[in-house]
């Protein structure tokens, strides 16, 4: 008899629904190590008028100590081409921030409204940039559109427009590296199964919260004016994860900052893979730098007409320096930080002899321009800095 596992399922919806539930879940953690980090974050809210609600304090738009809210709505989705406007619409994130807008506007409340979606935004859309930096109501082609998507007058996004913003957010197989990883951060001292299990146990609480489930003693342990029930059971604190702090000890040289960058940064392939190979903060940085100044190369050749027409040419530049990134990759595998070795190796190799890989050359026989181009390579996912 046939397993019935080997038959395809006429509807894995579920499925999808729950991988994208529990992604919501980690983009609501990191607003909780936030809070852990001593940050800005009050509290967070799960399911309650949108699917995060996070409060921040000492906003400067923000009198009287009063809270500053942000209403996030997440978005998910399989492809990993960048989101244009067209793809933000589809999603319908701005039908529930319109939602939400109509619902808290009269509360008396400072606020923002942030459609959360996984991947990246296209730069050559001018109207989703515009829109992701709260000035779509000054971008005609955008205000026109969600107009027609709301099915509202123009003039009555005029309050709207200026409070959305787009935030873009790791991708699903990224976001709990990450956030273990400012976990870590926030306790030096603990062991990585430490780590794995207090961020286990963020998670569990956080489920607990989008579920609404009740926690023993919440009550007495929130600081609110009579909070409604619903909410009650909803909402994350600083008191919540009290015993989740104590276990941590978090050095002073620990900057917010950098911290709120490590979780909300846009992250490439190529970062991702260097923070596998435990790759130092300066490594990246340099990584970073200088595919982006390969790149610009690039473009430059290829707007003065110098950039050859034969594919075949970069074809050929480009697996050699895959076969020496691979063999530079091998012969440090198994050291605790080997995306740094064979970052340093590898920039040694193509600075003495470039000439060897850029025979064209296609880039000036520069060891850094190459080094930038073989950092393009890694984030194509061909190679990656020593991660098992």
């Known amino acids: 008899m046939t397993d019935p596992i080997e038959t395809e399922a006429p509807d894995d919806s579920g499925a999808v629904t729950l991988r994208r539930y529990e992604y919501q879940v980690h983009i609501a953690v990191q607003a909780v190590l936030e809070m852990l980090a001593g940050g800005s974050v009050i509290h967070v809210t799960c399911e309650h008028i949108e699917d995060i609600v996070v409060a921040r304090g000492g906003d400067p738009r923000c009198t009287d100590g009063a809270s500053f809210w942000d209403f996030q709505q ?88 200026p409070l959305v913003h787009i935030r873009p957010l790791p991708r699903r197989d990224d976001i709990a590296l990450r956030n273990t990883r400012v976990l870590a951060d926030l306790g030096p001292g603990l062991t990585m199964a430490m780590i794995d299990a207090l961020y286990t146990e963020l998670l569990r609480r956080t489920r607990e919260a989008t579920q609404g489930l009740p926690v023993a003693r919440w009550a007495e342990l929130l600081a609110l004016d009579s909070p409604p029930a619903a909410v009650l059971n909803k909402r994350i604190t600083a008191a919540t994860i009290a015993d989740v702090r104590q276990r941590l000890t978090r050095p002073d040289h620990v900057l917010l900052e950098d911290l709120s960058h490590q979780l909300h940064g846009s992250e490439t392939a190529l970062v991702r893979k260097l923070r596998q190979g435990a790759a130092s903060k300066e490594v990246i940085e340099e990584a970073q730098m200088m595919r982006a100044h390969a790149e610009r190369h690039r473009f430059r050749e290829l707007a003065l007409g110098a950039w050859p027409g034969d594919q075949a040419i970069e074809t050929d530049l480009d697996q050699r320096l895959l076969l020496l990134a691979r063999r530079t990759g091998r012969s440090h595998k198994g050291q605790n930080q080997p995306a740094d070795a064979i970052f340093d190796e590898l920039q040694r190799t193509l600075e003495a002899s470039p000439g060897t890989y850029d025979r064209h050359p296609l880039y000036a026989q520069d060891g850094v321009l190459l080094m930038g181009r073989a950092c393009a390579i890694s984030d194509e996912c061909r190679f990656d800095w020593g991660s098992d």
């Open 74 to 161: 997440i978005k998910t989705r399989d492809a990993v081409e960048p989101w244009t406007l067209t793809d933000v619409i589809a999603k319908k994130p701005l039908k529930s921030l319109w939602r939400t807008h109509e619902t808290v506007a009269g509360a008396g409340l400072i606020y923002q409204l942030t459609a959360g979606i996984e991947g990246h935004l296209d730069p050559a859309d001018a109207a989703v940039v515009a829109l992701s930096k709260g000035e779509g109501g000054d971008n005609d082609a955008c205000r026109k559109r969600i107009a027609a998507h709301l099915k509202v007058k123009e003039a009555a996004l005029t309050d709207f427009l």
